[in-house]
């Protein structure tokens, strides 16, 4: 009979908390050229996987998908550009599969495709065989399409399984950014050991979805003005360029790249960019970066 909560023993809860941890910080004492913080942006690129992975065929909601790739994907790609910025996009493998030609497009502009499961697929539902499997298949879909072995992971809805962090290094993965635990990049322990493999961490705060998101069926509606969510992520990157850390943004095609939201990026980017003392780049240089300023 499985125990409650309240009744285990102090290994019973020290093991679950202790099984992945964030180790030391790998926030280097200076940022590359002297910047005085750094800054990731990132795009995870869902298209019609949110839809797909719970086994729905909504046509509407695929279509909201597909908005990602036509119109979304486009005006992220032109704001880049026009401040010669270099992204970081996560990829499920089924996206990539659906378009090809937008994965080949990002690469040859000089951005990252990192691993973000097969079908954005919930990760902690999985055993760790199928887990494994969809993961490594994703990275060799990448490799495929893209040219480039991606280095990096931003598992499906942040969902972080007990298996995940060990199937990042049978990967040999660089970095991983699903996790929550700091500000700053820092270094994975799995049961005690570390693993070498940098956090880039998220927050939902840092998250377009969490603000816009809808889906008519289950009570979910978007309730923040653009003009507030641009305030809370500049109030964020402020606090990281006076803390001298980093500054890491997860926007979605589908979600922010709408004609009343779009500015909100290409303000940020051109408020950014004007401070020649911020180092915007990809997450696998930024992690690459980090772990040669702070070895083992």
Not at 23 to 33: F, L
Not at 160 to 168: G, K, M, N, Y
Not at 194 to 215: Q, S
Request: aromatic fraction near 10%; charged fraction near 30%; charge should be negative.
């Amino acid at each position: 009979m499985q125990q409650e909560p309240w009744a285990w023993q102090d290994d019973v809860w020290r093991d679950k908390v202790n099984h992945v941890r964030a180790g030391r910080s790998m926030k280097p004492a200076r940022w590359k050229n002297g910047a005085r913080c750094a800054v990731a942006f990132s795009f995870d690129s869902d298209h019609e996987t949110n839809e797909l992975r719970d086994g729905g065929q909504s046509i509407g909601r695929m279509s909201q998908g597909q908005y990602g790739n036509r119109k979304g994907v486009p005006r992220i790609l032109d704001a880049l550009e026009k401040h010669d910025v270099r992204a970081t996009f996560f990829v499920p493998a089924v996206t990539a599969l659906l378009y090809e030609d937008e994965q080949r497009r990002v690469a040859a502009a000089g951005h990252e495709l990192g691993i973000h499961g097969w079908i954005h697929e919930l990760n902690s539902q999985l055993p760790y065989e199928t887990e494994r499997d969809l993961m490594f298949r994703a990275a060799d879909t990448l490799e495929r399409v893209s040219g480039t072995r991606p280095v990096g992971m931003r598992t499906p809805s942040w969902d972080f399984s007990p298996d995940t962090l060990r199937i990042e290094r049978e990967l040999g993965l660089l970095y991983d950014s699903s996790l929550m635990a700091d500000d700053d990049p820092y270094e994975l322990v799995e049961k005690g050991e570390a693993t070498g493999i940098v956090e880039l961490p998220v927050e939902w705060i840092r998250d377009d979805a969490v603000y816009f998101n809808m889906h008519r069926f289950n009570g979910l509606r978007p309730h923040t003005a653009p003009a507030d969510v641009y305030d809370i992520f500049f109030r964020e990157f402020e606090r990281a360029y006076e803390e001298g850390g980093l500054f890491l943004l997860t926007m979605h095609p589908h979600v922010t790249g709408y004609r009343s939201r779009i500015w909100i990026l290409e303000k940020l980017l051109a408020e950014i960019t004007r401070r020649a003392d911020v180092w915007i780049a990809t997450h696998a240089e930024i992690a690459a970066y980090v772990k040669a300023e702070c070895p083992a």
